[in-house]
């Protein structure tokens, strides 16, 4: 684990020495700034759309984080030619994805706290109170969800050649959940067989990151707390699809000629 968590060390830093968090954070910060000084019509009410807009940009600045973070991660290193001398060592190929995989994830999770410190004290300034544990579940979920979506980019560039081709395709399935993914189940219900139950495997097989992201009505509309159990179940699902795409990285990575 030493091991482990020293390559993922390598991989924080090198996140906050490239620009790409640092350009996607001011402009949401300026954005989200310029909305909350608008004023339309005195209304109190206008806070709730400031709120889910800054939510949302938040979302897909850490989906843009996240993907193009980690879909450089092994190109990059056969590019460089670091690839052989890193498995040259005692590190095991395992180990090399487990830890790119951490260093990302953690990575993610410590922009996710800029974002949200950012977020909390925007919504403070208008609304004068500080939902804390609110927010401590959405970003939690929100969290647990990139893992899912580092390990499915991580298992992409390992099948894909081109980290742009490997960004693009993730991104594209990921907001196709997002936005389609929860009515599925519906659609399927107006198909005949066999697209009714192709449809039905497909809403059962996905990672449901929508329901994560989903959590912004807590925040938006000023809902009461979500029971942890519920918070916990939706993170053991998370975890769950987590493995699964971390798993089979390593056992295609196993295979995979590094030369």
Same mark, same amino acid.
């Given at each position: 684990?030493? #091991?482990?968590?020293?390559?993922?060390?390598?991989?924080?830093?090198?996140?906050?020495? &490239?620009?790409? !968090?640092?350009?996607?954070?001011?402009?949401? +910060?300026?954005?989200?700034?310029?909305?909350?000084?608008?004023?339309?019509?005195?209304?109190?009410?206008?806070?709730?759309?400031?709120?889910?807009?800054?939510?949302?940009?938040?979302?897909?600045?850490? @989906?843009?984080?996240?993907?193009?973070?980690?879909?450089? $991660?092994?190109?990059?290193?056969?590019? $460089?030619? #670091?690839?052989?001398?890193?498995?040259?060592?005692?590190?095991? &190929?395992?180990? @090399? *994805?487990?830890?790119?995989?951490?260093?990302? =994830?953690?990575?993610?999770?410590?922009?996710? %706290?800029?974002?949200?410190?950012?977020?909390?004290? @925007?919504?403070?300034? &208008?609304?004068? #109170?500080?939902?804390?544990?609110?927010? !401590? $579940?959405?970003? !939690?979920?929100? =969290?647990?969800?990139?893992?899912?979506?580092?390990?499915?980019?991580?298992?992409?560039?390992?099948?894909?050649?081109?980290?742009?081709?490997?960004?693009?395709?993730?991104?594209? *399935?990921?907001?196709?959940?997002?936005? *389609?993914?929860?009515?599925? /189940?519906?659609?399927?219900?107006?198909?005949?067989?066999?697209?009714?139950?192709?449809?039905?495997? %497909?809403? !059962?097989? +996905?990672?449901?990151?929508?329901?994560?992201?989903?959590?912004?009505?807590? +925040?938006?509309? /000023?809902?009461?707390?979500?029971? =942890?159990?519920?918070?916990?179940?939706?993170?053991?699902?998370?975890?769950?699809?987590?493995?699964?795409?971390? #798993?089979?990285?390593?056992?295609?990575? &196993?295979?995979?000629?590094?030369?």
């Amino acid at each position: 684990m030493r #091991t482990i968590f020293a390559l993922a060390g390598v991989v924080i830093k090198e996140l906050y020495r &490239r620009k790409d !968090f640092y350009v996607l954070f001011i402009l949401t +910060i300026v954005i989200c700034v310029i909305m909350a000084s608008v004023n339309i019509y005195n209304s109190p009410e206008i806070i709730r759309y400031v709120k889910d807009i800054c939510l949302l940009l938040t979302w897909i600045s850490s @989906l843009v984080i996240a993907i193009t973070t980690t879909a450089r $991660q092994i190109p990059v290193e056969k590019e $460089q030619r #670091t690839l052989l001398p890193l498995l040259a060592k005692p590190l095991t &190929r395992t180990q @090399l *994805i487990v830890g790119k995989f951490l260093g990302c =994830w953690f990575a993610c999770g410590l922009a996710l %706290i800029c974002f949200y410190i950012a977020f909390g004290v @925007l919504a403070a300034s &208008r609304e004068h #109170t500080l939902p804390l544990l609110n927010y !401590f $579940q959405a970003a !939690f979920l929100h =969290w647990m969800a990139l893992g899912v979506v580092v390990a499915m980019t991580l298992l992409g560039s390992l099948v894909f050649a081109a980290p742009s081709s490997n960004s693009t395709i993730c991104f594209v *399935i990921i907001m196709t959940i997002l936005c *389609i993914g929860r009515y599925l /189940d519906a659609i399927a219900l107006s198909l005949h067989e066999p697209g009714r139950s192709l449809i039905y495997s %497909i809403y !059962f097989a +996905i990672p449901h990151l929508e329901i994560p992201f989903g959590m912004r009505n807590l +925040i938006v509309h /000023d809902w009461p707390l979500i029971s =942890w159990k519920f918070v916990g179940f939706d993170a053991l699902y998370l975890l769950a699809y987590t493995a699964f795409f971390l #798993t089979a990285a390593c056992l295609i990575f &196993r295979r995979k000629a590094v030369n």
